[in-house]
């Protein structure tokens, strides 16, 4: 729903004065109480402010903007993530290329005996091609990314978490981990899927365009 | 806000049913027509139903999910967008992977007398540079896909519109373009853009992980 100008204005009021009571309100803008109780209790139930006897209003925040980070947080990486590409740390930096094209990915994460080890990005491999490397001779364990230096996630954490990771780690993807000694990759995050996420968040991709 | 469990049961009874009216809606709850008439009042100023003298109650949707499309819908592209990397299709394949290195970006825009004819992803050149290309004397128009075969967006088109292109491009920037005969590249958008709005929407991009 959309707020009236008045309603606007009473948050701005209790926003940078509460607590503060309804008659100063009112006072403030030169109405009567009895004028912006319906606004007060509108407000209060919507969850913008919050009421306290003997005290006044205070400011809650933006119910909207909460629930959008509520939802964020309600939804769990492993209903999100997709099937992680996974190749051994002894396969060539060519099969790496060649895993890149078939599979259309980005990023392709590194086992050792089926443990997670490292990743390589496309420009990992980019950088191996234009330099003087035996392509087909390097081992992907020689351009790889290392544990313990890659950012990874779980799949009960919440995609609001990937998201600040891939922001903060300036990365393309996460591989989603299990266990601790072994650590086994169950999937993977990217930015490919948090966008498809903000699609389907807006309610519709039938939209012309 | 949170909806009590009688609030929740009155929206499926009204997305069933509707146009449905209150002491229908009542009878099938079991309930007195007093006893809900808070709760439609409530569910009508939300915004989940509305209310038509002499036919009843509809639905109109989630108020919430509206509220995020809204959102999306608001934010323009040249709000958000990123400064375009660009250079002339005369520019050797090799210049483009040494701009993908220095630039730290996945997308080069390329173009003719400053005007956009085409783009070169990481891919592109991965491929040019296990191929039998000699970087340095090829052009990137040789390998760029071309103009009208790009996905672009303008800089008052929504962030929503950036986001569902990019899903059905599948592409991972969108070059922002002016102009329609010569056509000039004054942004970019990416999923970079995109996912660092879900951490700002979010409201709070300090949270200990």
Redesign the interface.
Known sequence: ?KLTERQEKIIEIVREQGPVIGDDIASILDLSRGTIRNDLS?LT???YLDARPKVGYFYKGD???????E???SIKVEDVMSVPVVLDEQSSV?DG?VT??LENIGTIFVTNDGNLVGCVS??D???S??GKTD?EKTPLSMIMTRMPNLVTIGPDESI??A??????GEV?ALPVIQGEEKIRVVGRIT??N??????D?????E?E?
Chains 1, 2 share one sequence.
Not at 63 to 69: A, E, K, L, N, Q
Not at 163 to 168: N, P
Not at 194 to 199: A, C, G, K, P
């Open positions: 729903m509108v139930m919507l969850g119910p909207y903007r909460m629930h959008i980070r939802l964020l947080e060519y290329i890149v094209f496309r420009k491999l980019l950088r091609a234009v392509l609001y978490a998201s600040i990771k891939i922001e903060r393309d930015k490919t948090i966008n498809r996420l903000v699609v968040l807006g309610g519709d991709d939209i365009l």
